[in-house]
């Protein structure tokens, strides 16, 4: 069974000393933040939940003994709050692992892996190719959702803050596009080719010859995954128990396949350790 609440991050106080994993398997339930990006998380046409993370997390939480997913739908800047607060337990929003993000949740071990793409207005008239290409032209305004990796990946390749378009969600990034307010967008590869078809977007484009960025001698990769809260040991390492099995017998890529995912975004060799010193 999946209940969905439209909620912000209102605070329930719970005094019990169970763990989390603990009292999620006796209430047959667990509360889960998520934030609506296709392909990650996002209501259906029938307004279901579903998504790459989505799936993932609740094939896990079943292995776990928890058949009941209650999924809180928020921004995304509001997920660790959210989490940190107490609103839910369990962020799955197809977030990337980041060193800053590190310092405050715990992250699983990653369960895909994805690079960047842009989209421009057609015919590219300000012929951007590369985050470099913004860089290099400070008439160029890139709209990026607020919270989102790019805004770092922006900045590390020299991009002004005076020339993003920090919007909300990415229905509004699409849209700045769109009616001028900015000359491109950015996010991941999946996200973008799904959103110019949610959104109909014939004035956009995808930049199909794309570089993706270098930052400190690095093509860049994100690796997304589950994250929960600091110390909370006893269920993200059973999470993480349940997602190697996953990997390793094959249903991972079967469930990330259906929403546009290959072998290539299967991670192998990374963890998180790893992710969050660089």
Do not use: W
């Not at 009616?179 to 484009?205: C, F, S």
């Not at 909370?232 to 094959?250: T, W």
């Amino acid at each position: 069974m999946f209940v969905l609440i439209m909620s912000g991050c209102s605070f329930t106080a719970n005094n019990s000393d169970q763990s989390t994993l603990e009292k999620a398997r006796a209430e047959g339930k667990i509360v889960v933040g998520f934030s609506g990006e296709v392909p990650y998380a996002y209501l259906d046409e029938n307004g279901n939940l579903t998504g790459e993370s989505v799936e993932v997390a609740r094939a896990i939480f079943k292995r776990l003994g928890i058949e009941e997913m209650e999924g809180k739908l928020v921004k995304f800047d509001s997920l660790i709050p959210g989490l940190q607060n107490g609103s839910f337990d369990v962020i799955t929003a197809g977030m990337y692992i980041t060193p800053d993000r590190c310092l405050s949740v715990d992250f699983a071990e990653p369960d895909y892996t994805i690079g960047e793409s842009l989209a421009v207005q057609k015919g590219n008239p300000k012929n951007i190719h590369s985050y470099e290409d913004i860089a290099n032209n400070e008439d160029i305004k890139v709209a990026v959702m607020n919270g989102a990796i790019e805004i770092e990946y922006l900045k590390a390749v020299g991009v002004k803050d005076s020339q993003m378009e920090i919007v909300q969600d990415i229905p509004s990034s699409i849209a700045a596009v769109e009616n001028g307010r900015a000359d491109v967008t950015t996010m991941t590869g999946p996200t973008l080719e799904n959103a110019l078809k949610t959104a109909d977007a014939d004035k956009i484009e995808v930049v199909e010859d794309f570089e993706q960025p270098v930052i400190d001698g690095e093509s860049i990769r994100g690796y997304g995954a589950a994250a929960f809260r600091i110390g909370d040991d006893e269920i993200r390492e059973a999470y993480n128990e349940e997602l190697q099995k996953m990997k390793e017998s094959g249903e991972l890529l079967e469930i990330i396949s259906e929403f546009g995912f290959t072998e290539n975004e299967i991670p192998h060799g990374v963890t998180t350790a790893e992710l969050c010193e660089e």
